[in-house]
């Protein structure tokens, strides 16, 4: 499976400032999704990023408090803006590798953030 | 997003025991199903896809889906202290998935 790393690993961040969290991978890939998964809960889909197109937010997610980019094939960029503590979280990015019955997702390490 | 429930934990079991983790879906048209296992301040690392009705063996794991009753299931045989961690049960939704709430095993040595 594909090598996905992420940056920064976590984070100390002062409410209504804004942190971008970046996601690459060792090779080239479609999908890249990003998923929240705030303390003691499950994995919540922000949105789907495919390059070259406007990322697919998830009901709840909006693009003016989660801009995403997706340059190319191997990166994409999540920015959590003006952060509240709600948005202390663990943020993941995944990507799919396909077998024909596809959706199989692997997940980079997570970016853990603390908002005070 | 659908609907994906698992049992509820923590479920506890001694060392060398079964650990059985059981996930039910509201989609009848979902055809992907997968666990992946999360350890404790980790990412969620995929253990088991299963995509056909029956029983799928990889190692100490076997995952069973039944389709017809939107059913699947992961048993973990001779469970062993590194067991211990959060399963989560995630369902095909269109190109996405959706993960249903995970169940913590803890294997008592």
């Known amino acids: 499976s594909a090598v996905i790393s992420q940056k920064p690993s976590r984070d100390i961040c002062q409410r209504g400032t804004s942190l971008t969290i970046q996601c690459q991978v060792d090779?080239?890939?479609?999908?890249m999704f990003w998923y929240r998964q705030q303390p003691g809960q499950s994995l919540t889909l922000i949105a789907t990023?495919?390059?070259?197109?406007?990322?697919?937010?998830e009901s709840g997610f909006v693009i003016d408090k989660f801009p995403i980019s997706r340059p190319n094939l191997t990166f994409s960029t999540l920015t959590v803006s003006n952060m509240s503590p709600e948005d202390s979280s663990i943020y993941l990015c995944?990507?799919?590798?396909?077998?024909?019955?596809?959706?199989?997702?692997?997940f980079g390490p997570g970016t853990r953030l603390l908002v005070l | 997003q659908k609907e994906v429930e698992q049992n509820s934990g923590p479920l506890s079991v001694p060392e060398g025991a079964i650990a059985s983790l059981n996930c039910t879906y509201s989609d009848r048209v979902s055809q992907s199903f997968f666990w992946y296992r999360q350890y404790s301040g980790k990412s969620p690392e995929l253990i088991m896809s299963i995509y056909s009705n029956g029983d799928k063996e990889d190692g100490r794991f076997t995952a069973q889906l039944n389709k017809a009753s939107q059913y699947v299931s992961l048993l973990i045989r001779d469970s062993q202290p590194s067991d211990s961690a959060t399963y989560l049960c995630a369902v095909n939704d269109d190109y996405k998935l959706s993960f249903g709430a995970g169940t913590t095993v803890t294997v008592r040595a």
């Open positions: 990023a495919n390059q070259g197109s406007e990322a697919t937010y």
């Open positions: 995944s990507v799919e590798e396909g077998a024909p019955a596809g959706e199989t997702q692997y």
């Open positions: 090779s080239q890939v479609t999908m």
